[in-house]
């Protein structure tokens, strides 16, 4: 029998088979997509329980179980939100069939990252992801929409290729340890030998994996792909780019800081991804302040957050790893609320500029204060994941390296201020007037296909922070633990 993280790999590959070939006649290809999704998800939960160990190429562990989870969850919220706002994209049948089967092959490509034990099918998933995504980008084939797809492919292609080269290094160096095959590239093969490797190939890898992958990551100087991206594709892209790539990008970078630390001879890692945290925060929070787009201030958020979890897993120990990975777990639920919130927002002002959509709380009492309490979350504030990881995270940065206060502290006040500014801007105050686009939640049930996955978001992003289940605790202090 497959072994079941193959199983949630090829099921959404299969499912985009059945949805390219599905004719447009039928209609029902969002309801396949929302069923595929829902098939994935409980297949991410039943392994959150299954016996950890390798299969192939694939390894389950406490690292990468609870991103499987939260981006299955994630895959399909966004279908269903997708299914409600599809016909406001204005798509013809053939654009359809092709945002349907490139959603797919992206979840199964994303699953396929997280689960893979080999660095070589790790660099070819996130390529496949990234190329799926590229595709969603220019789905409507605007010159703006074109733009951001072509900057987005040029940009993270180079990226792509540069992880690619340090990817054949930590193979080479590995090489002369554990022989040719397989071993050479399978990451807990490698963690294991590193100390046995040479030194400087480990250490050139890593500088190449880390600007490789950070470009995916959206680490500043390498982000300028990301807002584009998120700005001009479908509504709905916006939550799985922020929510699952960038996720995916970074856990590569750090698989591959725990292979090469593992040698006590090589570069120390930590400030590389620090000094990358520290200006992407810095960037993106002075930035916040000067966007008039919602979308894009949402995308410039995201780089702000990459930076705080990169500057977590620089600083390293089991209390900053562990901050790390709740804070990419708590970004991904609940900037995923705040873009369907801003993209149903959108859809009934018909307008995505932050001066055409206000007073929502008051027009859309439930969107509203969806909206509201996202951006609260995403500004730190309890009861959220983000608030418990960006405290450890301070708490340890300042324990450890006192010079980081007054950065970090300047990048978290700045961004704080121009997040609420953003909300009370966006849900406060007057309503503006609503000018529907056509076709906008136009199914049964209408504005519920945004507004339940929102709260159900942040539900799980408050239980995340102050609640969670023993059982996924403990995962993520394994995860924490392998990162050493």
Excluded at 145 to 172: H, N, P, R, S
Excluded at 326 to 354: C, D, N, T, W, Y
Aim: hydrophobic share 60%; proline share 6%; net charge neutral.
């Amino acid at each position: 029998m497959m072994p079941l993280p193959w199983i949630l790999v090829f099921l959404p590959w299969l499912g985009a088979i059945v949805l390219a070939l599905l004719p447009p006649r039928f209609g029902i290809g969002r309801y396949i997509n929302i069923g595929i999704s829902a098939v994935s998800l409980a297949i991410a939960l039943v392994l959150l329980g299954h016996q950890h160990g390798e299969q192939g190429w694939t390894r389950t562990d406490g690292l990468n179980l609870p991103f499987v989870a939260v981006s299955a969850l994630v895959g399909l919220t966004t279908a269903i939100f997708s299914a409600a706002t599809l016909d406001a994209e204005h798509f013809d049948s053939l654009r359809i069939r092709a945002y349907h089967t490139a959603f797919q092959v992206f979840m199964g490509a994303q699953f396929l990252a997280l689960v893979s034990d080999n660095m070589g099918v790790m660099w070819v998933a996130i390529e496949i992801a990234t190329l799926a995504s590229v595709l969603m980008v220019g789905a409507h084939g605007t010159p703006a929409a074109m733009e951001a797809a072509w900057k987005f492919f040029i940009l993270c292609g180079v990226g792509i290729a540069l992880a690619l080269f340090g990817t054949i290094l930590l193979y080479l160096a590995a090489q002369p340890v554990v022989g040719s095959g397989d071993p050479g590239l399978s990451w807990a093969a490698l963690k294991a030998v590193a100390p046995r490797c040479d030194p400087g190939l480990l250490s050139l890898a890593f500088v190449f994996l880390l600007v490789g992958y950070g470009t995916k990551a959206g680490l500043v100087p390498l982000h300028s792909w990301l807002p584009d991206a998120e700005a001009e594709g479908p509504l709905p892209i916006c939550a799985v780019l922020s929510g699952l790539l960038l996720n995916a990008a970074l856990l590569a970078i750090m698989r591959a800081e725990s292979i090469v630390t593992a040698h006590p001879a090589t570069l120390a890692a930590g400030p590389f991804l620090i000094g990358f945290g520290l200006m992407s925060l810095l960037l993106a929070a002075f930035s916040l302040w000067r966007r008039r787009d919602a979308r894009r201030l949402f995308a410039w958020s995201s780089i702000e957050h990459v930076g705080l979890a990169a500057i977590a897993f620089g600083i390293g120990g089991a209390v900053a790893n562990l901050a790390g990975i709740l804070h990419l777990l708590g970004h991904a639920l609940v900037k995923s609320s705040v873009f369907f919130a801003v993209g149903a927002a959108a859809e009934i002002k018909g307008s995505q500029k932050v001066t055409d959509i206000g007073g929502l709380a008051s027009s859309h009492p439930a969107l509203g204060w969806g909206l509201a309490l996202g951006i609260a979350g995403l500004a730190g504030m309890p009861p959220f994941a983000l608030f418990v990881s960006e405290f450890s995270l301070v708490a340890e940065a300042v324990s450890r390296f006192p010079w980081m206060v007054v950065p970090l502290g300047l990048g978290l006040l700045v961004a704080t201020a121009a997040l609420v500014r953003a909300l009370q801007a966006l849900c406060l105050g007057e309503p503006t007037r609503d000018n529907p686009v056509g076709g906008a939640f136009a199914v049964r049930g209408g504005l519920l296909w945004a507004t339940v996955p929102i709260w159900l978001h942040l539900a799980l992003a408050a239980l995340l922070g102050f609640a969670a289940p023993p059982a996924f605790t403990a995962l993520l202090r394994e995860g924490a633990r392998l990162l050493g």
